[in-house]
């Protein structure tokens, strides 16, 4: 059973950095795609980055891209989240995602989810 467990969320002030991470267990997941979504209360779920567990490769949310980078510790089996010039609207609950296949895969369909971990930023 896959399991996936955020971590390091927390309260920040506008232009501040937080790093977020999501530790995986369950199967090897060199050929899954791993991702971050986050949810404001009343508005659905949005896709923020995803990533290709073997490769490295990475996709972008327009609104987070050249402030978060999305990267993953293959022998840790973790996932990061580095969240830099963070601004109130960046305030949500983060999940992280995973699905067989791709990076492609986990953008269009989520199969595995975490927990949460929320983000304030204030301003």
């Known amino acids: 059973q896959v399991q996936l467990v955020e971590s390091g969320g927390g309260l920040v002030q506008t232009g501040g950095s937080l790093r977020l991470s999501c530790a995986a267990s369950g199967r090897a997941f060199s050929t899954f795609g791993m991702g971050w979504f986050r949810q404001i209360p009343g508005k659905s779920r949005e896709f923020v980055a995803c990533?290709?567990?073997?490769?490295?490769?990475?996709y972008y949310a327009d609104s987070v891209k050249g402030r978060f980078t999305i990267s993953r510790d293959n022998a840790k089996n973790t996932m990061y989240l580095q969240m830099n010039s963070l601004k109130p609207d960046d305030t949500a609950v983060y999940y992280c995602?995973?699905?067989?296949?791709?990076?492609?895969?986990?953008?269009?369909?989520?199969?595995?989810w975490g927990q949460g971990t929320q983000v304030t930023v204030s301003s």
């Open positions: 995602a995973a699905t067989y296949g791709s990076l492609w895969s986990v953008h269009e369909r989520q199969e595995y």
């Open positions: 990533i290709n567990w073997d490769d490295g490769m990475t």
